[in-house]
């Protein structure tokens, strides 16, 4: 049976840097065999903002929750603003509190490959670093290979959004091997 594998990501931007950074991932998990569903920028900034007060969800929410509860693994991907994780990806996570009550608790048990492009590389370090915490707070295990890139200094894309560093390209398919490769074993 393939492993499914969700991606978040980008900006409200189309094909901004971090959401083609979370397809290449997926790509590359997809030619290891997984299934993949992409939640784009676009799509997070239609869900509106996380209440936890108010338990009704629209369709888009349920639709981007049942994804989540039958991963097998996650690529979040965020732009750096101003060292934090953006607003859009930030309430798709929140609303992921809905899992809280699963049988697998948020992502108990979950490889989660972690994306950054930034405008420096300390937005970039400081976010991937904030990423890691919220993973680890929702019981994910973060891939060892996190990815932050400087969209600045580096041009890893070329005109038809195909990856052409080398270096950026080994990045993502090492985080891609790691999430597919990941197993928990049961504790006995």
């Known amino acids: 049976m393939a492993r499914h594998i969700v991606g978040i990501g980008g900006t409200f931007r189309p094909r901004s840097s971090s959401e ?9 998990c997809e030619r290891m065999g997984a299934k993949t569903t992409m939640f784009d920028g ?14 009704e ?20 991907g965020t ?19 809905d899992l809280r009550g699963d049988e697998r608790v948020y992502f108990d048990g979950m490889p989660v490959g972690l994306i950054v492009s ?19 707070a929702m019981r994910g295990w973060p891939t060892p290979a996190g990815i932050a890139i400087n969209s600045i200094a580096q041009k890893p894309f070329g005109g038809d959004g195909a ?18 490769a990941f197993r928990l074993e049961p504790v006995v």
Do not use: C
Request: glycine share 12%; charged share 15%; no cysteine.
């Open 20 to 28: 083609m950074l979370v397809r290449s991932v997926l790509a590359e």
């Open 42 to 55: 676009p799509a997070l900034a239609a869900l509106p903002h996380f209440n936890p007060e108010r338990p």
């Open 57 to 76: 969800r629209t369709a888009e929410q349920g639709a981007f929750v049942a994804a989540l509860r039958e991963a097998d693994g996650l690529v979040i």
């Open 79 to 97: 732009p750096g603003y101003h060292g934090g994780v953006s607003g859009v990806v930030k309430n798709a996570i929140d609303l992921l509190d």
């Open 118 to 136: 930034a405008a420096g590389w300390q937005a970039g370090g400081v976010t991937l670093a904030a990423l890691r915490g919220i993973v680890h």
């Open 163 to 180: 990856i052409v560093d080398r270096g950026v390209a080994a990045q993502i398919e090492t985080q891609a091997r790691q999430i597919m």
